[in-house]
């Protein structure tokens, strides 16, 4: 009876110390990802500060830039109308109506400030991942890190590609529709500063995150929660969420702006298929070595 007392005791010690230790290590895992995420916090700051030195040059170039006629993508577009008349008169954008005004005391002050860390976020974002990277990168395998070595990279690229596509395309077509839209003449259409700045830090930084979509499946296909047979048998379900996504960030009735936002989301669905296959190819390939041995 002794004996059995003193191996339940041995065998509860033993357990304890292991709780422990998993607590210990867990713990240890928080503090590592505490000083990750403090160093990607100091480098957005430090952005932000730089875009509160160049803060003229940003709010009037560029967070109010979609609502002067002489806009890249208005001048681009009388362009096209230039060579091409069949387009229509109407796509060649000479005048952007509608007033922004503030309303509160601190409107401007608040403006200014959320741009600024809007900005901050934006240029830090690919130092965040590389943050986030480092944190993740000890707990994987030799196999795993080589083929994951060009995330930060990769989903920078296209982080930034879907800032540029959201702030020239997206961004523009909808200030233009979204300002000119009226339902009575008796109506005039003025919009506050933060509604403005709402509107386009949504339609910009929306299409940057929609645009990680290849980066997704990737870690979806990695955990293997997702699979190139499934993507290719949904297509159709897709397609449908796809145009919708593009109505919605688009909010115009012209079907051809519509389709130039939901073109590269459609070919973004076709890359990850093409991604999601490829990591299915080298599992297979992977296991095959495996039970070979």
Not at 58 to 68: A, N, R, S, V, Y
Not at 183 to 194: C, G, H, L, Q, Y
Not at 258 to 270: D, R
Request: charged share 15%; net charge positive; glycine share 6%.
């Amino acid at each position: 009876m002794s004996d059995t007392k003193k191996t339940s005791l041995t065998k509860a010690i033993g357990q304890k110390s292991t709780t422990l230790e998993a607590e210990m290590s867990f713990f240890d895992h928080l503090d590592v990802l505490r000083k990750h995420l403090i160093r990607a916090v100091i480098a957005i700051a430090v952005f932000t500060g730089i875009a509160f030195y160049f803060n003229e040059f940003i709010l009037d170039k560029i967070i109010f830039g979609p609502k002067k006629p002489d806009f890249w993508t208005y001048r681009m577009m009388c362009k096209l109308v230039e060579k091409f008349p069949s387009l229509g008169a109407d796509m060649c954008i000479t005048k952007i109506n509608g007033e922004i005004i503030n309303t509160e005391m601190a409107g401007q002050f608040n403006l200014q400030l959320n741009v600024c860390v809007m900005c901050g976020i934006v240029v830090g974002f690919p130092y965040l991942l590389w943050e986030v990277w480092r944190f993740i990168k000890p707990a994987l395998h030799e196999n795993e890190r080589k083929s994951a070595s060009g995330f930060v990279f990769f989903a920078s690229v296209l982080f930034i590609i879907g800032i540029f596509f959201g702030y020239f395309i997206v961004c523009p077509l909808s200030v233009n529709f979204l300002t000119g839209y009226t339902v009575s003449a008796e109506i005039k259409n003025t919009f506050t500063v933060d509604s403005y700045l709402s509107s386009v830090a949504t339609l910009t930084l929306g299409t940057g995150i929609i645009f990680e979509l290849p980066v997704i499946i990737f870690i979806l296909s990695k955990l293997g929660l997702m699979t190139p047979k499934l993507m290719r048998s949904s297509r159709r379900y897709a397609a449908v969420i796809i145009l919708i996504i593009a109505a919605i960030v688009t909010p115009t009735p012209d079907i051809m702006t519509m389709l130039i936002v939901a073109t590269p989301l459609f070919l973004l669905y076709e890359l990850s298929i093409f991604v999601s296959a490829y990591i299915e190819k080298k599992k297979k390939k992977t296991d095959a070595a495996f039970y070979a041995n």
